[in-house]
């Protein structure tokens, strides 16, 4: 049997507000009233860069703080820095992009807090990772409710519940140590014109456009390459790119061990654009905008969105953009029970 993925679609002209008709179809209200009394729930969300114009607006992000305040319990914005990131820069953009106090009316958490090193340890005695460092705000809420802008990434092929979680709920140091060490990038010599853009926007000048070489102990994995390479020539080695996705889904397993059924996931499948909105360019989107799926499944809802997308496309627009189907990390999530890929979608 399939898991319920609730699907508010644009072709029925919806207003930001209509969202909690998912929530309610879901079940959400229940889930929430169960908590212990003013028990917190987090809302997950990424923190977009300035120079992206295409992120969740902050009056969505108000809105689901809204419904969750409205069933008498405290909803928080929360995130965790990437690896670019630095804290006191970071607590400035949370006011620039407009995820400020002023508008959410509640401060937003950085999880790792402004070193980025803050944690709490989680054993998930996983594939690849043995245990997890989880930013210690996720120990003060009670519940995940994971708000994910869909678009696509250059290291999981697609931006989704999944990557959203495994990627932005670890901390900074975590990511730089664990999650992304022995991801390994290599260059194509038959699709590279050798323009030199690589190695002109690399931050930490790890490209040697000349010997085609990444160094991978300099390499800090922003990806910024892969997004802008205009021959598509810059990829990840394949064995660095499954073990880098085992780890992605031990990740996941840690959440769920801490959080257990009390998550819910919200896919937004509208200026889907190549890349996260963290990222510092914007592009048009690629594929026209659908609308928002919420599920208690992370796997149902980001394989439920996956074929909405590549169904409106026509074509499987994240395989095309960096050479993966995002599908085969759905089924190895399956595998690990973390999800259903089977799902039965129910239009609100
Ligand atoms: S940006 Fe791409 S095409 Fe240009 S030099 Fe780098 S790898 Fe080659
Ligand atoms: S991902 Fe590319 S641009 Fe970013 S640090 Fe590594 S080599 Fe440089």
Redesign the pocket.
């Known amino acids: 049997m399939g898991a319920d993925v609730y699907a508010l679609l644009l072709e029925s002209s919806p207003k930001i507000v209509d969202l909690n008709k998912v929530f309610i179809k879901a079940g959400l209200p229940e889930l929430i009233t169960s908590l212990p009394k003013k028990s917190r729930v987090g809302v997950k969300v990424l923190l977009p860069n300035t120079a992206n114009i295409n992120y969740v607006p902050p009056t969505l992000i108000r809105n689901v703080l809204g419904f969750v305040n409205s069933l008498d319990h405290p909803a928080v914005p929360i995130d965790t820095l990437d690896v670019l990131d630095d804290g006191l820069e970071t607590l400035a953009r949370v006011n620039e992009v407009g995820y400020s106090f002023q508008t959410l009316q509640t401060p937003f958490m950085i999880a790792d807090n402004i070193t980025g090193y803050n944690f709490f340890e989680v054993f998930v005695q996983g594939d690849y990772l043995p245990r997890i460092e989880l930013g210690t705000e996720f120990k003060d809420v009670q519940m995940l409710i994971c708000l994910t802008h869909v678009t696509g990434d250059p290291f999981y092929g697609y931006f989704g519940s999944i990557s959203h979680i495994s990627s932005r709920s670890v901390t900074k140091e975590f990511k730089k140590k664990k999650l992304l060490a022995n991801l390994r990038l290599e260059?194509d010599e038959r699709r590279?014109?050798?323009?030199?853009?690589?190695?002109k926007i690399c931050p930490v000048g790890a490209i040697n456009?000349d010997a085609l070489k990444i160094d991978a102990n300099t390499c800090i994995k922003c990806g910024y390459?892969i997004i802008?390479?205009?021959?598509r020539?810059?990829m990840l080695e394949e064995s660095s790119r499954k073990m880098f996705i085992g780890k992605s889904l031990d990740v996941v397993k840690g959440i769920k061990r801490v959080f257990d059924e009390r998550m819910f996931f919200v896919n937004i499948l509208m200026n889907v654009i190549p890349y996260p909105d963290n990222m510092p360019f914007s592009s048009k989107p690629i594929v026209e905008d659908i609308g928002i799926l919420g599920s208690k499944d992370p796997v149902a809802v980001d394989k439920a969105s996956l074929d909405l997308i590549i169904k409106q496309c026509k074509y499987n627009a994240f395989e095309d953009l960096y050479g993966v189907d995002p599908n085969e990390m759905l089924v190895l999530a399956e595998r690990d029970k973390i999800g259903r890929t089977k799902y039965n979608l129910v239009e609100v």
């Open positions: 260059i590279c014109n050798g323009c030199n853009l690589c190695s456009t390459c802008l390479c205009p021959t020539a810059i």
